[in-house]
């Protein structure tokens, strides 16, 4: 069973950059797609990015396509999610997710980090 902790939330002012991981100690995140989501407060949960397992194909939400950038470092079991030119509206609670395809209900979740981007 795959335990998803996410990392690199943070605070920063719009037109920044931060860096999300998501690692598990176990299981190899090769085998699944992985995904990230968002929630927003006082709106529903948003599809981010997801890459596809064994392989870099990637696809985006369209708030975020060309300033959003997912990836995978096999060599350490991490996904990335690379986040450029931050606006205030990426503000929320970032999960990452584990399912058998990208676009599938995911099977597993992380805790969720905190990400907010304001001047």
């Known amino acids: 069973q795959l335990q998803l902790v996410e990392s690199g939330g943070g605070s920063v002012q719009p037109g920044g950059s931060l860096r999300l991981s998501c690692a598990d100690s176990g299981l190899a995140l090769d085998s699944y797609g992985i995904g990230w989501f968002r929630r927003a407060p006082g709106k529903e949960r948003e599809a981010v990015a997801c890459?596809?397992?064994?392989?870099?194909?990637?696809n985006y939400g369209d708030p975020v396509k060309g300033r959003f950038t997912i990836s995978r470092d096999s060599a350490n079991n991490t996904v990335y999610l690379q986040m450029n030119n931050l606006e205030p509206e990426d503000t929320g609670v970032y999960y990452c997710?584990?399912?058998?395809?990208?676009?599938?209900?995911?099977?597993?979740w992380g805790q969720g980090t905190q990400v907010t981007v304001s001047s």
């Open positions: 890459i596809i397992s064994r392989g870099s194909s990637t």
């Open positions: 997710s584990a399912a058998l395809a990208c676009g599938l209900k995911p099977d597993y």
